[in-house]
């Protein structure tokens, strides 16, 4: 993976963005919310920032096992 | 019957110089699967060898299995930069970390293998005056509990290293170094390899190029587990899987604190001997380097993570910029050195930093996870304490910090000190 695709900006380097955290495993709990994460190896659900871009927060849907990124959305923006 | 293993010494090299090369015989011996184990590990990586080993030794188990998806030390036990020291500021982690540290200078004996422990020192460079205090606070942590700890200005670091001319001008200037003279390295594969021959000589089954895939259970308790081999019964279950970790979790039901993520090194081309420590930078908002010197020559490198999740194991161009960069930065004369090797292994991060030695969802089901970036350093203390655990059932004080509860309680052992997440950069 060298780069990453911004819903603003385009296909951009990969040093430009940040990843903040997967998202977190189902549950209404702290303990959920906070600490436990949904470990999938095809599959995961991530939080990432344009950082040294546009600045706008992402969403993103990965393949870890192969880099492949399924979707890239603004977060908070409506999907179907 | 497998073959009875060498002793290894001077006057066994000089009986093979009469026997000829078929005096030696294999490190340890393939051995079919049996249907029914007292322990099973899951992972022949350092921990799960090291438990073994600890388990037949100390606690005279004598029907153990290690079921490997891949190789003996395919995982990260041979792909770290083979680093080890103690020197971590939390009492629960220094007291832990200076048990392995103390049992890596005995290890190469009580083997009987060659793991070339080399206490060369490793030294944490700071570039600007106020990391200092911070340093002296972990230095003094440290010598509170026994363990050595050295502070070094800038004059005394130039006299100990002068091939770093700290008065140099640099991008990062150096304002001083904390020092553990004991810290160094070992040679990481001879760890791997000594432990599966000491623990297949004690006769624990090595079963490589078998992936579990499931555990059965009745009752709440775990009765064995499901393998590409077959169906193998248990009578407990030990997990040591570093950076699949997360997947056991998957498929036992139980969500885990932790995420995946790429830790890379690279070595570059021999060169002559100039550098005899291991030196580590923490350059603020641009990387961090530590390297060292191989007995080949080679410089072994690493840094920071990649920074996402990640299965690949190959780690990213930007992230092996960030780890040269800051090497030449402390080195100019390294500026023409060639990379010829890089690499990545998966790392299981912990939301603390720190790693989980405890039961998991069943009452004989037991985890050896989450040694983030630190796995490897650990081998010999993990090894003895997670064999007490799964021998009693009752966790030995070195690790009772180490509970998967500490999340839920709230008792973290949170290390970098940023909170609930692998990274921050």
Known sequence: MTSLSCPFCGVRELAEFAFHKT?????????????????????????????????????????????????????????? | ??????????????????????????????????????????????HGLATAYHLARDHGIKRIAILE???????????????????????????????????????SRDLNYNVMYSPRGVVDLAVSEDEIPAMARRGNALRLAGIDAELLDVAALERAYPQLAPRRVRRFPLAGALVQARGGTVRHDAVAWGYARAASALGVDIIEDCEVTGVRSHADVAE????????????RILFATAGHTGMIGT?????????????????????????????????????ETYLSQSDRGGLVMGGHLDGFPSYTREGTWD????????AVDLFPQLAGVKIVRQWAGTNDMTMDGSPIIDRCRYDNVFLNAGWCYGGFKTIPASGAACATLVATGTAPDLIKGYALSRFATGHLLDEPGYGPFPVRL
């Open chain 2, 69 to 107: 998806k891949r190789l003996v030390g395919y995982g990260n036990v041979g792909r770290n930069t083979t680093i080890v020291r103690s020197n971590y500021l939390l009492p629960e982690n220094h007291y832990f970390y200076e048990d392995a540290l103390r049992r890596w200078g005995t290890l």
């Open chain 2, 251 to 287: 498929m036992l039901g139980v969500p885990l604190p932790i995420e995946t993520h790429l830790l890379q090194a690279m070595v570059s081309e021999p060169i002559k001997p100039f550098l005899d420590t291991v030196m580590v930078s923490v350059f603020p908002g641009h990387g």
């Open chain 1, 23 to 80: 998202l977190p495993n189902a549950g209404d709990d702290p303990l959920s919310a906070v600490y436990l994460r949904i470990n999938q190896v095809d599959d995961s659900h991530e939080y990432w920032q344009h950082v040294r871009g546009c600045r706008a927060w992402l969403k993103a849907r990965r393949n870890p096992s192969t880099g492949e990124v399924l979707e890239m959305n603004l977060l908070g923006a409506v999907t179907s």
């Open chain 2, 224 to 235: 064995g587990v499901e393998t590409t081999r077959g169906y193998v019964r248990a009578e």
């Open chain 2, 319 to 326: 992230r092996m910029q960030d780890v040269v960069a800051g």
């Open chain 2, 1 to 46: 019957m497998p073959l009875a293993r060498r002793h290894y010494s001077a006057l066994a090299l000089l009986r093979a110089r009469w026997a000829g090369s078929r005096y030696w015989r294999p490190l340890w011996t393939g051995r079919t699967l049996k249907d029914h184990y007292d322990v099973v590990i899951v992972g022949a990586g350092g």
